[in-house]
């Protein structure tokens, strides 16, 4: 019994210490049932005033959308005139607010019909009419009261104290629940019909996640790959992406490496994801979720040291003003050497928020963050004879002194929610952000001759710089409506997103011989430090060079969207997701080196339709049938030619076949069968290389399976395993029929976990396995496969202060990182130290 009333605390929203007076002034009878939360140095009272085994008459639901007021928003209600009690219960499962009564007072009464939308006030009193019962309003809910009889004395309560974690928002522990951004809705994860792998905070913590490298690596299916040293680059269902990143459901695609330091928990939605988010989206998606300033105060600074000279600080403080007004401010510096020689890191970030509630309906949240980002560009190591060569891990090829790398973020955030008395919510965002990007690099570009003190490998430079200026504002309209016994819950709404970027790039000419041959230069294999006079010009004839053509770019994107959805209701057991969304996607090119403009418009129309079957409640069975687009201009929208503007976007079409199960309220199991396929890619015409055509070119197949939450309340898991064949199935530009796509292995199996012995002491251990994968569509080299453990242990010196010390690649095993290209591959890093110090106050 103890396990059940646990299981409705954790369902239930969180109740102040406040509240416990309002519960406790509810008449005490024999049978009443009452939950009271108390939150306590992380710590749960529940104080339950009934025997064991007594029939339940709290239903705990999840709480309504954050910002919104249960007795303002608008549910459907389909209830016949009969028993009190079980109508009161229906009540609670439909409005999904708790509902608190005592049985002995509504036992033999009648309630009265409720059909149709009202808020939750109004459809209480309907309920209620002629039994003289009232509802009264308490934090997270209602308690259903007699006012002739309630007396004002506080009853005496037994108690049963259950140890359980605070659950706050979406998630618990490494469980989530929820998933705002899948459906832009308030909508539990086993309802939506696509695969979601959420990294919560308290993940976060554990693995000192601080990068998109570290988000994903026990994520099932999705892997990371190289970005050259300089930039994020996810591989979603064997899809390379630079620009699908997001945050707060807003576009952040400018090429950089993202700290998470303001980051409450990180979405990762696989497959094609056009209908919510636009243009990209082509095998998944990174939603960064903000911190958010609230009135629970919050004082967390934390110091950080490891190995390599790992420095980082970072600070989390938040307070109410007054109860309308709340503020946070997140702040991070940190600088590190590396494993690498030569490599270093220096960053810093802050980020404050301020959040406004002046009235109970409606919510205004502002915030901006300055980020900056200075590194040495690290493009690994070469390969020989189809393998990574046999070199030290440590070992730089090219020149590290001559590779900075450096960005600069400004950004503005805006949120403004409004819930109107007649059942319509309205959503607005707001995200303005200006990047200033460049980088340099001199690296290998081609495999060493040969094992040997005369052996070479090539170098080549090249520098770029990018500035985007990107404004976007999306406004979402939510209304829930009944239709007979069908319910629906719509979502309309209306995006507008301009970019503007200029794009220039310098080649590198060594020992100032500025032709073809002067933009390669050799090293030894075994002193591959290039100190060769090197010289950063465009090209003189401002066309291609070497391979790469100079950019010197000028563009202006302009992109307007209107979407809608329905997630509709036929049944308890079966539930449907309908969207459509069309983007007109307009983009003016100009390229300065030759004085040629260019315009391409699309309209891209991306349909989703998802169908889910609930055999019992805990249990969805799902079908999702999505497309996507990525217009000619690429990810960057820096690649557009004379000779692509006229084509097709490319086309991503996603079929999943999935399952979710909530094993119980905190531990939660998924699987998922998908066919992810590529079309409209560019294929030379056989037989006229000067000619390109487009064809449907790359297929993954795959299944993945993932494990979140808790298995006993000591012992919390997150990870999963996933398998992969992604091939080109037609011959396109670089790779032939059959070829497997570059860096993508078939297996991968990821499992983290901590275990509690005592509240002041845990341990966690991780283990990361990858099979091999080519580094390239032409499949000549292979990186090998490798098994690596991580582990942590958890310390709580007193209320106040706790220590964290993580290591990871515990064997000090040899491993390949990721990949650019044949030569472009970067060593894993060898056994890492982190010792972290926490202060909560």
Known sequence: MLKNYSHHLKSASNHTAIQLKSFARVKQKRHRHSLIKVLNNGLICFSVGIAFGLPQGVLAEPAPTAGIPAGNTIHAYDISPGSLETALNKFAKQSGVNVSFDLAEVKGMTAQELKGSFTVQAGLDRLLGGTGLEPVAQAGGYVITNPATTVNQPAILPSVNVIAQTITGPTDGYMATKSYSATRTDTPLRDVPQSITVVTQELIKDQTIQNMGEVVRYVPGVGISQGEGNRDAVIFRGNNSTGDFYVDGLRDDVQYFRDIYNIDRVEVLKGSNGMIF???????????VTKEAGWTPVTEISAQYGSFSHKRVTVDIGRAINEVAAFRLNAMYEHSNSFRNGVDIERGGVSPTLT?????????????????????????????????????RSTFFGDPNR??????????????????????????????ASYDKFYQNVFASGQATALSAAGTVNVQAYNDATQRDNIFNQTDFLYALNTGPIKHEFMAGVEYGRQVTDNFRNNGYFNNNFTNAGRTSSVAFFNPISLTPLTFRPDPTGAASGGSATANNHGVVEVVGVYLQDQITLHPQLKAVLGIRYDNFDLRFRNNNTGQLLHTNDGLISPRAGLIYKPIEMVSIYGNYSLSYVPRA????????????????????????????????????????????????????????????????????????????????????????AYTDAEITRAITGAQAGA?????????????????????????????????????????????????????????????????????NIADIEYVASAHNNNNILPGAPRIYRLTVIANF
């Open 278 to 288: 636009g243009r990209g989206g082509a095998g998944g998606v990174i939603n960064r």
């Open 634 to 721: 690429g990810d960057q929208l820096t690649s557009l030619t004379l000779t692509n503007a006229a084509l097709k976007p490319e086309q991503f079409m996603n079929l999943e076949l999935g399952a979710k199960w909530d094993i119980r309220p905190d531990l939660a199991l998924t699987a998922a069968l998908y066919q992810l396929e590529r079309n409209n890619v560019i294929a030379p015409v056989p037989n006229v290389p000067t000619q390109t055509m487009l064809v449907d070119g790359q297929r993954a197949r795959g299944a993945e399976i993932g494990l979140m939450g808790r298995i006993t309340p000591q012992w919390s898991v997150m990870g999963g395993y």
């Open 356 to 392: 406004l509630k002046p009235g109970a309906q409606t919510k205004i949240v502002v915030g901006g963050e300055y980020f900056t980002d200075n590194r040495v560009g690290d493009r690994g190591i070469p390969s020989f004879g189809g393998r990574p060569a046999d070199t030290h």
């Open 740 to 808: 497997v796509v570059a860096q993508v292995p078939k297996h991968t199996f990821s499992m983290w976990n901590r275990y509690d012995f005592a509240p002041w002491l845990g341990l966690g251990l991780g283990v990361i396995h990858r099979s091999s994968m080519y580094a390239a569509l032409d499949n000549t080299v292979l990186l090998p496969g490798f098994t690596r453990l991580d582990s942590a242990m958890f310390l709580r010196l007193n209320k106040t202060l706790r220590v964290q010390a993580n290591i990871e």
């Open 403 to 432: 590779s900075p790398n450096s960005v600069n973020v400004w950004a503005l955030n805006s949120l403004v929610e409004h819930a109107f008395d007649n059942g319509l919510t309205v959503r607005n965002r707001t995200r303005y």
